[in-house]
């Protein structure tokens, strides 16, 4: 059961509790919260639940409003798992290397052990190499998909693995997921109540200014999440944009068609330049580049104005650099940038 999974102290935990959670509507008259009654802008307390957010995203991606947590960027939803599953000095978590930095990061805040197992060289899971990682302690297994820093989805068989052999929480990280053919695991939810799916707003929805990461799960999940997280996570101006947005999906629609021609595109002057040695598959938004002089080529860039992600030094990229897809002319000034570097 997956209570058995939760540390007993956030079992027993009474969480905060503001009227707003307790009150649902429009009141005619506020007076509960000490706040300043003038300024009406900006001086009532958001939504602490974000009712009016989830219900459009709940319309748009086929899922109840019960299955969404709303964090303050992916990263408090990646935060939270860990203080509500994971025992300090005792549980430990696993995930492939290379991935995204801050599971690794929020472990170590945490006081839980990371267990990072390299990836193939096609950056896939060594499934074998994970299962043997994982033990009675282990809480949590993190699966970006699309990866970073590689961009390659994830084979849908070796996450299924998880999703129905573990017993721990699988937390599947879709960051990169409007950028990918492959479909997202929201499709999945009911069917694995274990099973964790993060967005964002941050990526194709052009908005990582405002600082909004979803969570998808079941209500269990969701409920423990929102018991554990700060009152007001989200703040008004937040909540606000993110409405607007949601109520123009076409225009995100369309970034992400130009940002995929552009990826095509780069990829391919890329491929013809002298620096380049090789350029690997992406469902993302980014490229991975192995370069034949990784730092100095970063150097040569940074002198130019220009500043993409050396990742020279991570687990199974020696000689890559990251590179965001940026506008025409930003790509543009990327390849002429590197038409001019001289290799030695």
Request: aromatic residues 10%; hydrophobic residues 40%; glycine residues 4%.
């Amino acid at each position: 059961m997956l209570k058995d999974l939760v540390r007993p102290n956030i079992l027993a935990l009474e969480p905060y509790s503001c009227a707003r959670n307790e009150f649902t509507g429009e009141a005619r008259v506020y007076v509960d919260a000490n706040e300043n009654p003038y300024n009406s802008d900006v001086n009532r307390y958001p939504d602490p639940l974000q009712i009016a957010v989830k219900r459009k995203i709940a319309a748009l991606k086929g899922v109840r409003e019960t299955q969404i947590f709303l964090g303050n960027g992916s990263d408090e939803a990646i935060d939270l798992p860990f203080r509500i599953f994971c025992r300090p000095g005792i549980d430990n978590v696993v995930a492939p290397a290379p991935t995204y930095g801050m599971y690794q990061v929020c472990a170590d805040i945490n006081d839980i052990e990371y267990r990072s197992v390299p990836m193939k060289p096609d950056f896939q899971l060594d499934l074998e190499g994970m299962k043997a990682r994982i033990d009675d302690n282990t809480k949590l297994v993190f699966l970006c998909s699309p990866n970073n820093p590689s961009g390659n989805a994830l084979r849908w068989e070796d996450i299924q693995w998880f999703l129905d052999n573990f017993r721990g929480i699988t937390i599947v990280d879709e960051a990169y997921i409007d950028f990918s053919s492959q479909p997202s695991l929201l499709r999945e939810l009911d069917r694995y109540p274990r099973m964790m799916v993060l967005q964002t707003f941050s990526k194709a929805w052009g908005q990582a200014a405002i600082r909004l990461g979803m969570a998808f799960a079941g209500e269990e999940i969701i409920r423990l999440m929102n018991n554990v997280k700060y009152p007001y996570n989200v703040n008004i101006l937040t909540q606000k944009q993110a409405l607007r947005v949601l109520d123009n999906i076409a225009d995100k629609d369309k970034a992400v068609k130009e940002i995929l021609q552009q990826r095509d595109m780069l990829r391919d002057r890329l491929n013809t330049l002298e620096c380049v040695d090789r350029i690997y598959p992406s469902d993302a938004n980014f490229l991975l580049v192995k370069v034949y002089d990784a730092d100095n080529t970063y150097k040569y860039l940074l002198k130019r104005g220009i500043i993409v992600r050396n990742r020279n030094r991570v687990t199974l990229c020696k000689g890559c650099l990251r590179i965001t897809v940026g506008t025409p002319s930003e790509n543009e000034e990327i390849i002429s940038a590197l038409k001019e570097y001289k290799i030695g």
